[in-house]
């Protein structure tokens, strides 16, 4: 086999076969494919597109690249989740806990990454103590015995996956739609769950700016899960706007521990309880999404979601009791208010922006080696839809140095306020089976 005639048969438009999509991927990985006939490869998928087959041999080839992950030895099914990206999303902060208390067993793996704020590990390390240097075996254990558990990412998961990402990140190839769905997905099936649900991000904050191309994305994705055996759902939801009020590493704990006593913002509130009842039925724990969006709502107010939370933190070294006192959190020098400038109704907050301005303050990493303050970001007090008078607080900032002119200016950027009344935007578009 020839890695040119793969190129010249992709560029033709014609279907891969399986064999020629594992050779490329397998030469990729060990070097005797080299960059260039990779980034030809791409290019001709971009522009040619890829079959559903094709797309599901390119995710398995991808996940045989690395380990895979065991978790035979939970007991029940194991659901996950997975978020396109977005702006201040604190539902797997909520969701690993909730969804763990109604039984559903939640073996998560977790990255730091680049991006406006820390991933879910850093959020979790503004909690004193807590780690998720653990190994294989007292990450079972642990899910088996609280079913919640969350293990660093492996050093050696999908390379091939790695290898591609950075290569297309600088040849133009990242907007594709089957190379984005196997990348995500070689990850996730790669990390061993049984079953996937996916959330995936639309509006001016996410990867996805249409509602179009989102359904496209999420149906490959739920397509390519369920052609390798993992039964795979997907819901669209809204990111015109940040998700929930608080963006930052422990404001975001914060919210979390609001939200699981059934006090977080409306948005965050509801988006938790859609994507847990699908975890909750792929699991097997519910008849359908009514039952176990009540079996959720009961956890929430019986106070059994934060009791799992707690037990979570504890069985990892955290200081738990964060819990009930979180102003043992992190907490950033000085609170800085911004101002409305004018009296008008919220048309817009570009979550972009207001994930600049977290990062501005330190919240995100800028390069891999950055050191990120988890006490520092911002906390919005106006969404879109709401009324504010000219002078009432927008946001609050919290910052560890006295001068944030530049973040205001942001914030300033970010909210659109018009004189017409604005209704509140759909948070959740529609369902992808
Ligand atoms: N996120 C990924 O993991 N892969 C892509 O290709 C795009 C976004
Ligand atoms: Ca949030």
């Known amino acids: 086999m020839r890695m040119v005639d793969i190129i010249e048969k992709k560029r033709n438009g014609l279907e891969l076969t399986n064999g020629e999509i594992q050779f490329l991927i397998n030469g990729f990985t060990n070097g005797s494919i080299p960059d260039y006939q990779m980034s030809a490869f791409s290019m001709a998928v971009f522009f040619q597109g890829m079959s559903i087959e094709e797309r599901v041999y390119l995710t398995e080839a991808m996940v045989n690249s690395g380990d895979q992950i ?24 909520v969701l690993a806990p909730l969804v763990a208390s109604v039984g559903v067993p939640i073996a998560k793996m977790s990255g730091r990454g680049l991006g406006h704020t820390g991933g879910t590990i850093d959020k979790l390390e503004s909690v004193k103590g807590f780690h998720v240097e653990i190994t294989n075996d007292e990450f ?67 990867f996805m700016k249409n509602l179009d191309d989102a359904k496209e994305l999420a149906q490959t994705m739920v397509d390519i899960g369920n052609g390798v055996g993992r039964k795979t759902k997907a819901i669209i939801s809204d990111m015109s706007q940040p998700l929930g009020f608080a963006v930052g590493n422990a404001l975001e704990v914060k919210e979390a521990i609001d939200t699981l006593r059934g006090q977080g913002p409306e948005d965050l509130h509801e988006l938790c309880l859609t994507l847990g009842s699908h975890m909750v039925v792929l699991a097997e724990k519910a008849a359908d999404l009514q039952q176990a969006r009540e079996m959720l709502e009961e956890s929430m107010r019986n106070g059994k979601a934060l009791q799992f939370f707690k037990t979570f933190l504890a069985a990892q070294g955290g200081d738990a009791s964060v819990v009930d006192d979180p102003t043992k959190l992190p907490t950033a020098k000085y609170t800085i208010e911004v101002p409305a400038l004018k009296t008008g109704c919220v048309a817009e907050i570009t979550a972009e922006m207001i994930g600049i301005a977290a990062m501005m303050l330190g919240a995100g990493r800028i390069t891999k080696e950055s050191v990120i303050d988890l006490a520092v970001g911002v906390v919005l007090h106006k969404k879109v839809g709401d009324f504010v008078q000219q002078g009432d607080a927008l946001v609050t900032i919290h910052s560890n140095r006295e001068n944030v002119q530049e973040v205001i200016e942001k914030i300033y950027a970010a909210y659109k306020l018009v004189e017409e009344k604005v209704a509140q935007p759909t948070l959740i578009y529609t369902e992808i089976h």
Do not use: C, F, W
């Not at 978790?71 to 990206?85: A, F, Q, R, Y």
């Open 140 to 206: 079972i254990h642990l899910v088996n015995k609280n079913k919640i558990a969350v293990i660093g990412q492996s050093a050696n998961l999908t390379p091939a996956d790695k290898k591609l990402y950075a290569l297309r990140d600088v040849t133009a190839t990242v907007d594709s739609i089957p190379l984005i769905a196997s990348s995500i997905m070689s990850k996730k099936i790669a990390a061993g769950a049984d079953a996937i649900v996916l959330d995936v991000k639309t509006g001016s904050g996410a």
């Open 70 to 93: 065991d978790l035979s030895g939970i007991e029940g099914i194991k659901v996950d989740k997975h978020s396109t990206g977005g702006v201040g999303d604190t539902t797997t902060l």
